[in-house]
């Protein structure tokens, strides 16, 4: 099939107890605001309910805002979940208030890329619209 066709979809999800979902917005209307095609799913998702909606809206990527503290346990989760439903193509990536310490960790786990709380808009914009659509191997 080639490249899939249509705007690059993403998810961005706010998983966990976190209440605050005011950079979630902020980066699902700036990735919106470039052509893309944003699923946002509120507050208070399970790492289930994220990878259930990022496989049946058929995303790219799957953004997760964590501010609670629960992101290394909440992005392998999500991680761990993509590969039993064996959709390992979908994207992960994330931001919020992260220690520079558990990125690496995290990295080597499969999140794509970790935002903090410096990165602007356009730098995720950019880095998404350069790393959501790789050839994949399979057919759509």
């Known amino acids: 099939m080639g490249v899939a066709a249509g705007p690059i979809r993403v998810v961005v999800a706010k ?10 917005k902020v980066i699902a209307r700036a990735l919106r605001d470039a052509g893309m095609e944003v699923i946002y799913t509120g507050l208070h998702q399970t790492p289930e309910q994220i990878v259930t909606t990022a496989i049946q809206e058929d995303a790219d990527a799957i953004g997760l805002s964590i501010l609670s503290g629960a992101h290394n346990t909440l992005f392998a989760a999500v991680i761990d979940l993509l590969k039993e439903r064996d959709a390992e193509d979908i994207l992960v990536f994330g931001g919020g208030i992260i220690p520079e310490e558990d990125i690496p960790p995290l990295r080597e786990k499969g999140v794509a890329a970790i935002f903090t709380p410096g990165a602007t808009t356009g730098a995720i914009v950019d880095w998404v619209r350069e790393n ?5 191997a399979s057919g759509g």
């Open 15 to 24: 998983p966990g107890l976190d209440g605050h979902d005011r950079g979630a």
């Open 132 to 136: 959501a659509r790789q050839p994949a």
